[in-house]
């Protein structure tokens, strides 16, 4: 069976052509979606009967479109007046890692109904997240384990401890995922995007994506240019390849330190609500305090500081957490725990969901790019990083590190190939078998002409791509302001809307009429405002606000 293997690899290395791996191998047929069929929603999707759902069949490895098949879940609500439906609108909010499955749903809300009249709202679990191609790299239990630590400048103990963490996690996804690993990336999030398109009847894309749904949908952008009719990216990740993703990472740091600034300041301006200090500092001082309080003497047994830091990092991504999160550190600090159980208690319910989306969000950025492996590297800008901005610095980088034990591209391929030894008994084995030892060598020799590939230089040619409209806050924390800048720079003719000094994290239909005018205007008439426009910032919450279940969503990472 080796010898097979290996003439494959040598008749492959003979055959190859002088530029690499091209032609045929590089640009392989494009599968052909079938239209979805839509019916009741499975139960476990927790959706109305209003809602139907569906399945969308996509090749695991776009490369053999006729090898192993997964399946994509798809829910969608019909346009509310038939007379001016436009088509699909297909929404990603982002992660990676996040589904839109409950986006039919939005429909029913105020901001949204105009639009709903013109477009089927269609939501989908990306593939890994959910019941599409589910992935996992770690048993919920032991992913959802509390209470966890969580420093700004930890001591050479815990950066050792969390190494060992970050090592074996990135052990898990190999072993749980096996050799379907590699597939769940950007590129092919792209390519199951214009699947969709295809499989509900649209010529042409009308898309909106938060976050990280701006990135992928920016490479299907790149791919795709002329199967685009209307797109929206909201709060945008900077696409530069040099940036995806560690560098992107870092550049976030610095961007969650100055909008945690600003939620000290606003804290400290309301002193006489919440008593936590009259400065940045003291309001500070009381969350260090709270903090080493927790680290000691966990509350109810379950809340850390690591639980803590995880329930006040939402007050980067939106303002309207920002009265709740006072209330529940005054109320800890003073003698009340209540609110603070309430709001960062772990869920038990959650551990799967949450396992999962963690899972998918490192297999694609992990995938997208090459990542440092030496720890030096990580320690040393990370300790840069965090000397200006302690708060999210070592948490982010926790987080990100089972990339440095990533497996690169070869090792991938090895551990498929050795999977498909494995199954090489089963009488219609040989032809997979001859398939995926062809696959190997193709990865190799693209390796060894033209090394590790990078991201995908995301951009079009003036005219390619129908005018798009970027929405971004200028103080964004989880997606800087510079990406959106970055971003219309890539992509000719596409205009910028600003929400000047705010930094909630996802700003179309949310609290801001004037962001809200442009989107709309956009989805429902094609109209693109000017090059630049600025919208003046949404107001500021006020002590004893509490957020509503549609600013729980928080789009992105």
Sequence with gaps: MYGTIGS?????LATAPAGGATGAAAAPPAPVPHRIEFGRCAAVEHLPSTVECGRLTVPLDYARPDGKKIHLTVSRIRATARGERQGALVFNPGGPGASSMEFPLYGGLPKWRKVA????????APRGVGRSAPLSCQNP???????TDSRMHPDAAFKRQKRAEAREYARGCVRRAGADLPYYNSVNNARDLDMLRAALGEKKLTFMGASYGTYFGAVYATLFPGHVRRMIFDSVVNPAPRKIWYQNNLDQDVAFERRWGDWLGWVARHHAHYHLGTTKKAVQQAYNKAAGKLRRTPLNGKIGAGQLQSAFLKTGYNDAFWPMRAEALAGYLHGNPKPLIAQALPRDTGAAADENSNAVYTAVECNDAPWPHDWRTWNRDNTEIARIAPFETWDNAWMNLPCAYWPDRPASAAAELDDAVRRADHPAAGRDLADVAGHVARIRIDDVLHGRRGPLDVHTEPGALPPVLLLAAERD???PYRGALELQRRLPGSSLVTENGAGTHGVAFNDNAC???????????GKIPAHKVYCAPRAEPLPG????RAQHALPGK
């Design 141 to 147: 239990k032991e992913f959802a384990k509390a209470p």
């Design 545 to 548: 606000q509490q957020a509503t």
């Design 117 to 124: 009249r013109a477009y089927d709202f269609v939501g989908y």
């Design 8 to 12: 494959l690899l040598v008749t492959a």
């Design 515 to 525: 962001v809200t005018k442009y989107a709309e205007a956009y989805l429902l008439h």
């Design 477 to 479: 924390a989880a997606t």
